[in-house]
């Protein structure tokens, strides 16, 4: 069993910055790439971002400048940091993972239940 658990989020300004983290558990043989998408009420679920296991970053056309993704291997921990948030980022956010649980096993993809970003005043 693999659990992803997000947290961070919250009520925010506009403008205001938020940090989130995604960390995994369970067994895990390694992985290779991490991501945070969002669906905001109403609209298709979108990536926001990702990032491989050797540091190589995406971003939505709507992250980027805004948005930083990191992670901590060793920790099996990714993060978001958000900042200069707009009302239109109001969002669940949920973690995404592509890993192995066995050296011998398909990798496959886990997702977190999310946690909601709200921008407002």
């Known amino acids: 069993q693999v659990q992803l658990v997000e947290s961070g989020g919250g009520l925010v300004q506009p403008g205001g910055s938020l940090r989130l983290s995604c960390a995994a558990s369970?067994?895990?043989?390694?992985?290779?790439?991490m991501g945070w998408y969002r669906q905001a009420p109403g609209k298709q679920r979108e990536l926001v971002a990702s990032?491989?296991?050797?540091?190589?970053?995406t971003y939505s056309d709507s992250a980027k400048g805004r948005f930083t993704i990191s992670s901590d291997n060793a920790k099996n921990t990714w993060y978001l940091q958000m900042d200069s948030l707009k009302p239109e980022d109001t969002a669940n956010y949920s973690c995404?993972?592509?890993?192995?649980?066995?050296?011998?096993?398909?990798?496959?993809?886990?997702w977190g239940k999310g946690t909601l970003v709200t921008v407002s005043l």
């Open positions: 990032i491989t296991a050797s540091g190589t970053t």
């Open positions: 369970g067994r895990i043989f390694r992985i290779y790439l």
């Open positions: 995404n993972a592509g890993l192995k649980q066995d050296r011998e096993e398909e990798s496959a993809y886990h």
